[in-house]
T-cell receptor, first 112, second 113 residues
Framework: DAKTTQPNSMESNEEEPVHLPCNHS???????IHWYRQLPSQGPEYVIH???SNVNNRMASLAIAEDRKSSTLILHRATLRDAAVYYC?????????????FGKGTHLIIQP | GAGVSQSPSNKVTEKGKDVELRCDPI?????LYWYRQSLGQGLEFLIY????????KSGLPSDRFSAERTGGSVSTLTIQRTQQEDSAVYLC???????????FGPGTRLLVL
């Protein structure tokens, strides 16, 4: 059973910001929110993760709702190389395999 | 440094044969994960190893699937009596510890004829 829900696909234009939503209404207080992306014919790669506060790194920003039931991955200026499937997953802080369900993710299409 | 490596990169086998897929995690990573990805689908968790603890096998789809991790490093996923529905990309990932960033290998593309 998927613990996160994401739109199947989104489309954006090159050099514009992209906001990728993720709902996780059953999140528990100890679940971390992770984002990965998978480029065509490659394994997934880490993008960003957070617990409660918004996070920024060189790839993206993560905005987490105050009630933590949703989050948004923000790509500030999309490029063609950002076209990929983006996965939002929850990772239980106690470790183990709980929450390691990637689902189908959001297929991001970038138009030149 | 070296990332996660998997071998073979591609494997074609006949229905009913056994296959072994290998994963070399990043040195020092205590957690190792196996996933399966069918065409156009998301990742399906198969099995998880953490240090010397007993592996979490809750994702293995049938008793034809098994995995070992020797010396806390290299892992082998074995599929016995392969079926056509086993055709998929098998991905391995490792991390320093649970909940830490997972680093994925390039995957093994398995085709069962």
């Amino acid at each position: 059973d998927a613990k996160t829900t994401q739109p199947n696909s989104m489309e954006s234009n090159e050099e514009e910001p992209v906001h990728l939503p993720c709902n996780h209404s059953t999140i528990s207080g100890t679940d971390y929110i992770h984002w990965y992306r998978q480029l065509p014919s490659q394994g997934p790669e880490y993008v960003i993760h957070g617990l409660t506060s918004n996070v920024n790194n060189r790839m993206a920003s993560l905005a987490i709702a105050e009630d933590r039931k949703s989050s948004t991955l923000i790509l500030h200026r999309a490029t063609l190389r950002d076209a990929a499937v983006y996965y939002c997953i929850l990772s239980y802080s106690g470790g183990g395999a709980d929450g390691l369900t990637f689902g189908k993710g959001t297929h991001l299409i970038i138009q030149p | 440094g070296a990332g996660v490596s998997q071998s073979p990169s591609n494997k074609v086998t006949e229905k009913g044969k056994d296959v072994e897929l290998r994963c070399d995690p990043i040195s020092g990573h205590t957690a190792l994960y196996w996933y399966r990805q069918s065409l156009g689908q998301g990742l399906e968790f198969l099995i998880y190893f953490q240090g010397n603890s007993a592996p979490d096998k809750s994702g293995l789809p049938s008793d034809r699937f098994s995995a070992e991790r020797t010396g806390g490093s290299v892992s082998t996923l074995t599929i016995q009596r392969t079926q056509q529905e086993d055709s998929a990309v098998y991905l391995c990932a490792s991390s320093l510890a649970p909940i830490k960033t997972q680093y994925f290998g390039p995957g093994t593309r398995l085709l069962v004829l």
